[in-house]
């Protein structure tokens, strides 16, 4: 994880939040007290940085993609995604993750009637005839594409993912998380 200036300044303002409830802890005369107001201390101030540093890294460090286009290669049965990964924000991005979900859509879904839909099917024979990865219906895949991005720049990536072979109509979908 890398800090910008509004890390370290949660970070500097949590140890003096703590640094003050220390303080006010020592002023009581019972020691078992103290020692329960210490380690509520401990735990509210590490709780409250936790979340705010995990704040602070999803709204100041932000990336975009772009261009981003996927290529099947038919000769081992994957696809090839290339795009661009933009840092929108005005921090340094750590790392990013680009993750690929590729869903198996029903293939006539408009000429299906509610009945059909929600009627259950016999699956008995079909348990013996196909493996159990026959049966998925989605497949998700992460990737890093992009390490210590500057603001304001853009980087390439490509990356190969397996396509499953059951799947008639695929419908896919991009999430990034950058940090």
């Not at 020691?31 to 329960?36: A, E, P, T």
């Not at 990356?159 to 695929?170: G, S």
Request: glycine residues 4%; hydrophobic residues 40%.
């Amino acid at each position: 994880m890398y800090f910008t200036v509004l890390h370290w300044i949660a970070i500097s303002f949590y140890i003096v939040i703590f640094m003050l409830l220390t303080f006010l802890a020592t002023r009581g005369d019972n020691r078992k007290i103290f020692i329960s107001l210490f380690f509520s201390s401990i735990l509210v101030t590490v709780l409250l940085s936790f979340i705010t540093l995990m704040v602070l890294d999803k709204y100041t460090k932000k990336g975009k993609l772009e261009k981003i286009d996927y290529t099947k290669v038919l000769r081992n049965e994957t696809l090839v995604f290339s795009g661009t990964v933009r840092n929108v924000g005005s921090f340094k991005i750590g790392n990013c993750t680009l993750e690929i979900k590729i869903i198996n859509q029903v293939s006539n879904l408009d000429t299906l009637s509610g009945a059909q839909l929600f009627t259950p099917k016999s699956r008995f024979f079909e348990m013996f005839q196909r493996d159990k990865e026959d049966f998925i219906n989605h497949y998700t895949q992460e990737f890093r594409v992009v390490e210590n991005l500057e603001p304001r720049r853009s980087k390439n990536f490509t990356v190969i993912m397996k396509y499953p072979i059951q799947f008639k109509n695929p419908s896919i979908s991009y999430k990034l998380d950058c940090h």
